[in-house]
């Protein structure tokens, strides 16, 4: 098992709709957790961290499910300029950071 | 607030040459990274340092080299550029190793 595996998608999804991807991770001693947003060509940018509890930020919600080994990312009432390539983050050790591949996400007018 | 940033934003090379690749940070973060990108290859970590003086590997160190002399800069060196070099360079800095990164914007690197 990968140790950061991501759906590389693309999702083809119409503007308004509700997205939600996966991200699976195989360590189970990660620490912290993150969702990173990466525009084509550009630097990734944090979205959101990732916490037990889960968390909102807008339209969008964050969820870890540690039984499962999973993190996921909820967006409602997606927008064209949602378009972008998602990136999930895991640590397990401080220094110990594995990105996934990313999920690439299309919003369609 | 300048955040994370990297000098130069493109450069050419001739298989061969040297260059250093400059990232400065003004957050007085501890730890600082450098990935490259590569299409469908996702980040992969070349080397990091978690604190002035200090530098570790990563996923891919064979063909670079870093230095942290000062906390605010990292910098990443080739020392015989090679065209499996072409990607696209990230740095990036944290307060510790369990919270976000910050990145920089990024170079371009080709090796011809």
């Known amino acids: 098992r990968k140790e950061v595996e991501q759906d590389p998608g693309p999702f083809n999804v119409p503007e308004g709709a509700t997205v939600a991807f996966n991200c699976t991770y195989s360590n189970s001693a990660s620490q912290s957790f993150f969702w990173y947003r990466q525009d084509c060509r550009k630097e990734p940018k944090l979205l959101m961290s990732?916490?037990?509890s889960g968390n909102e930020d807008g339209r969008f919600t964050a969820q870890l499910n540690r039984a499962s080994q999973y993190i996921s990312l909820l967006i409602r009432d997606s927008k064209l300029s949602d378009s972008a390539t998602y990136l999930c983050v895991v640590n397990y050790r401080d220094d110990k950071i594995i990105f996934g591949k990313g999920t690439r996400l299309h919003i369609l007018p | 607030n300048a955040g994370v940033t990297q000098t130069p934003k493109f450069r050419v090379l001739k298989t061969g040459q040297s260059m250093t690749l400059l990232c400065a940070q003004d957050?007085?973060?501890?730890?600082m990274y450098w990935y490259r990108q590569d299409p469908g290859m996702g980040l992969r970590l070349i080397h990091y340092?978690?604190?002035?003086?200090?530098?570790a590997k990563g996923e891919v160190p064979d063909g670079y080299n870093v230095s942290r002399l000062k906390k605010q800069n990292f910098l990443l060196g080739l020392e015989s550029a090679a065209p499996s070099q072409t990607s696209v360079y990230f740095c990036?800095?944290?307060?510790?190793?369990?919270?976000?990164?910050?990145f920089g914007d990024g170079t371009r690197l080709s090796i011809l």
């Open positions: 340092s978690v604190g002035e003086g200090t530098t």
């Open positions: 990036a800095s944290s307060y510790i190793g369990y919270e976000p990164q910050h």
């Open positions: 990732v916490y037990s």
């Open positions: 957050m007085n973060h501890e730890y």
